[in-house]
């Protein structure tokens, strides 16, 4: 990779034109004035085609299960005679579907409120958004475990309390890093903002999640509403939501795979109204993503977001432990084995497939591998973005749980845990496609960084400045602390010999 960058810098030098890498030997089209564009749409193949057919197989089976347990208590208790296969786990007093759906559609209510304040707020307020969501998820977390505490709900309540010290933690030790995350935010909202329409992709897609969950709250509902135990309710609550969470994803996905293409496209191209800015490059990045990139979309939402999360967590422990020796050794051996994952399972992919078409797992070794060929890799790990922007997305989901628990407690008190907690995925979901249109920009930001920095420089000269400074620390930092290690691991060899 290395190679090719050289040769297309020293090629680009006499022609005067910026260098873009060409992916895997595939050469990039250049146009009449000398600009960069995409590899041409033929080069496109149908990708992980496996997993578009298990996620809609999935889409299919769960939806008619869901379809199946709401209908049997709507309007009428056990309307298909499911009660018989039941009837061994009675543990609570049946109800109705409509009891409970209306506390879902209260949660869908606010969670897209929550998600279009996001947005309309996006250029003037949003870097006071993302402090507020930084500062106060701690102190929300904290409320609701007391709360849980006195409502008798000790297991939640130690849950909580668990998150919040997790929460607190964490931003204790990325303090440092605030500032330059709230940099890249900041860019990100501009590029976004210089782009209304990938706003109103993230609007569109609210949509057709508001449609499944239509469907999806009918049938947790009357899940809720069965006469089954509390243990079957919540198996059949945790599977649902594990498909809930995947199709959030893949929805989430699909809007970060468009905006990453649009942003490259106008960093690549200097600006959107060009001449040599492809024609409709929304409509092909949708095309692209909602059929031969699909597979991949779908495969990476299932893995992707639970390590780059333990990704972020392990890394604030590790800054924090000092030089007890038997714990570092522990949460090194856990880093690396993450940070392996994360070579196959990173959010960067979405570039490389918005772009180039590639299957999921080629696309996150490539971008993961250009981060560290170039050392922007440093800088990535550096930048809190993606942390700080999930950080609003819990709390959005978390207000949404608590506007649907306050509604249950007053009519079903024994089911409050359990509605406000499946209440907050579908916040955490709504308000997360609000959020990723900024991460999408801060990826692509970060892959045209590392394939041509002088792309960020044309787009924005200080952010570029202010880019490299941060990279030329953080690699000084990685030096002397190796360094450190080197020296450390040497006196203990000498002491070794001389005993």
């Known amino acids: 990779m290395t190679d090719s960058r050289t040769s297309t810098s020293s090629s680009s030098d006499s022609s005067g034109t910026l260098p873009v890498p060409p992916p895997n030997g595939v050469q990039g089209r250049i146009s009449a004035d000398g600009r960069h564009a995409l590899p041409p749409d033929v080069s496109r193949q149908w990708r992980d085609v496996f997993w578009l057919a298990l996620f809609v197989l999935h889409l299919i089976l769960v939806g008619f299960v869901l379809g199946v347990l709401g209908y049997n208590r709507f309007k009428t208790k056990d309307r298909l005679n499911i009660d018989k ?140 509403a069965l006469s089954l135990g509390d243990s079957g309710r919540w198996w059949l609550l945790l599977v649902f939501s594990i498909s809930l969470f995947w199709t959030g994803a893949v929805l989430c996905n699909i809007v970060h795979v468009i905006v990453s293409g649009m942003v490259f496209l106008v960093l690549i191209h200097g600006g959107r109204d060009v001449e040599s800015m492809p024609s409709k490059p929304l409509v092909n990045s949708l095309q692209f993503a909602m059929t031969k990139s699909f597979g991949s979309i779908c495969y990476g939402s299932l893995f992707t977001a639970a390590i780059r999360t333990l990704r972020w967590e392990i890394r604030g422990i590790r800054s924090k432990i000092g030089n007890n020796e038997c714990l570092l050794c522990l949460v090194d051996f856990l880093f690396h084995l993450v940070e392996t994952l994360v070579r196959f399972f990173n959010k960067y992919a979405y570039v490389q497939i918005a772009v180039y078409g590639k299957n999921f797992n080629h696309s996150a070794r490539d971008a993961w591998e250009l981060f560290q060929s170039t050392g922007v890799e440093a800088l990535v790990a550096y930048d809190c973005s993606g942390a700080v922007l999930l950080m609003g997305t819990v709390l959005g989901g978390l207000v949404v749980g608590t506007c649907s628990g306050v509604w249950t407690r007053i009519h079903h008190p024994d089911r409050v845990i359990m509605v406000g907690s499946t209440a907050m995925l579908i916040g955490m979901i709504l308000v997360g496609l609000a959020m990723v249109v900024i991460e999408s920009a801060v990826t692509s930001i970060y892959i045209c960084y590392a394939e041509d920095p002088l792309l960020i420089h044309r787009w924005d000269a200080e952010f570029f400045l202010q880019m490299s400074e941060t990279l030329h620390q953080r690699l000084q930092h990685r030096s002397a602390r190796a360094r450190e290690v080197l020296r450390r691991f040497d006196g203990q060899t000498q002491q070794t010999l001389a005993a």
């Not at 506390?103 to 209510?109: D, E, I, N, V």
């Not at 304040?117 to 609701?144: C, D, E, P, Q, R």
């Open 85 to 224: 296969y039941t009837m061994g786990f009675l543990e609570n007093q049946a109800g109705l579907t409509e009891d409970y759906w209306p506390m879902y559609a209260l949660a869908a209510g606010v969670g897209t409120i929550l998600g279009w304040i996001w947005l309309s707020l996006l250029g003037s307020l949003a870097n006071g958004m993302m402090k507020i969501a930084v500062h106060f998820l701690t102190t929300y977390l904290a409320v609701i475990s007391v709360l849980c505490f006195w409502g008798k709900q000790f297991a939640w309540g130690v849950v909580f309390a668990i998150g919040a010290a997790l929460q607190f933690l964490y931003v204790i030790s990325v303090i440092d890093r605030l500032p330059f995350t709230m940099l890249v935010l900041r860019r990100a909202v501009k590029m976004v903002w210089s782009l209304p329409e990938v706003m109103g992709v993230s609007c569109g897609f609210m949509l057709v999640m508001l449609l499944w969950l239509a469907l999806w709250s009918f049938g947790v509902a009357g899940v809720v």
